[in-house]
């Protein structure tokens, strides 16, 4: 089992910045992958950016240039800068885990941190 606690969601206005971080605890498997997916109101939820052990990146197209996905293995925390921000990056963000190694091949998620942007 692995336990992720999300912070750092608010009130921002557009244009401003916000940082989430993501801290995961228990059975963490050395090699895993850890992102963030969002969910606005009435949508699906979608990748936002991921990030794997090695550092190696991966974002949506749409937060390409103003977001910047980060992890502190030590810690096996994720951080998620947002800058630039747009009323349409307002959703609840979720934090992933997930690991190749584990034998169950669960995906394991925060309860997620509202992130509201005003126009």
């Known amino acids: 089992q692995v336990r992720l606690v999300e912070s750092g969601g608010g009130l921002v206005q557009a244009g401003g910045s916000l940082r989430l971080s993501c801290a995961a605890s228990g059975s963490i498997y050395s090699f895993n992958t850890m992102g963030w997916h969002r969910q606005a109101p009435g949508k699906q939820r979608e990748l936002v950016a991921a990030i794997t052990s090695s550092g190696r990146t991966n974002y949506a197209d749409s937060v390409k240039g103003r977001f910047t996905i980060s992890r502190d293995n030590a810690k096996n925390t994720v951080y998620l800068q947002m800058n630039s921000l747009k009323p349409e990056d307002t959703a609840v963000y979720y934090c992933?885990?997930?690991?190749?190694?584990?034998?169950?091949?669960?995906?394991?998620w925060g309860k997620g941190t509202l992130v509201t942007v005003s126009s």
């Open positions: 992933k885990h997930q690991s190749a190694y584990d034998p169950s091949g669960a995906a394991y």
